[in-house]
């Protein structure tokens, strides 16, 4: 109903300034917007419903890490279930890891936010799980914030807002992404 009132409402546009003998270029009414907000966010990994076994629900992901493993790793951030949209960076160091993430241009980010999950529980609602006991930048303590527990499931989940045809937005795939797959092998031994 929306797109035919719109349609409409350009027809006359339209109309109007070819009556009144103005032109505009080839498409400028055309052009739909592209630019939506409310889009979430999430790190790469396995989605929700996958882990449940299920054709429907979420598309959110949880990220499998091993917090034993000492150094510097980044992760792709997915919007949409349909752009990669940035990187997340996770830091171990001794018994601290520290969280933060960069988006790739021309995003608006309207909230971000993370925590870990000690094991996949089945029927896991990612949109409703807290995530307000970490702050992104800050070390947290794996011993003490985490209970000594290095195999995890990173959970990020944000909302932003960003052109969906915008170029630099590499599409994410799941059933053709060779990158995805092969990441989805190489963490699958931190899922059992």
Not at 25 to 36: D, R, S, V
Not at 136 to 156: A, F, H, N, Q, Y
Request: proline share 4%.
């Amino acid at each position: 109903m929306r797109k035919s009132i719109r349609r409409g409402i350009l027809l006359l546009l339209s109309l109007t300034l070819a009556v009144s003998g103005l032109m505009l270029p080839a498409g400028a009414l055309a052009k739909e917007n592209t630019f939506h907000m409310d889009q979430g966010v999430c790190s790469m990994g396995y989605m929700a419903r996958t882990l449940d076994h299920r054709k429907k629900g979420d598309w959110y992901m949880v990220t499998p890490v091993d917090l034993s493993e000492q150094g510097t790793f980044t992760y792709d951030l997915i919007a949409a279930n349909m752009h990669y949209i940035g990187t997340l960076t996770m830091t171990v160091d001794l018994d601290e890891v520290t969280l933060s993430y960069e988006f790739l241009p021309n995003v608006v980010e309207q909230s971000m936010a993370f925590t870990f999950l000690p094991e996949w529980v089945k029927g896991t609602k990612l949109k409703e799980v807290d995530r307000t006991a970490f702050t992104w930048g800050e070390p947290l303590s794996i011993e003490k914030d985490l209970g000594g527990d290095t195999r995890v499931l990173l959970s990020v989940l944000g909302w932003i807002g960003y052109d969906h045809l915008g170029k630099e937005y590499p599409r994410f795939v799941r059933a053709h992404d060779k990158k995805y797959k092969d990441f989805l092998k190489k963490v699958k031994p931190l899922m059992d």
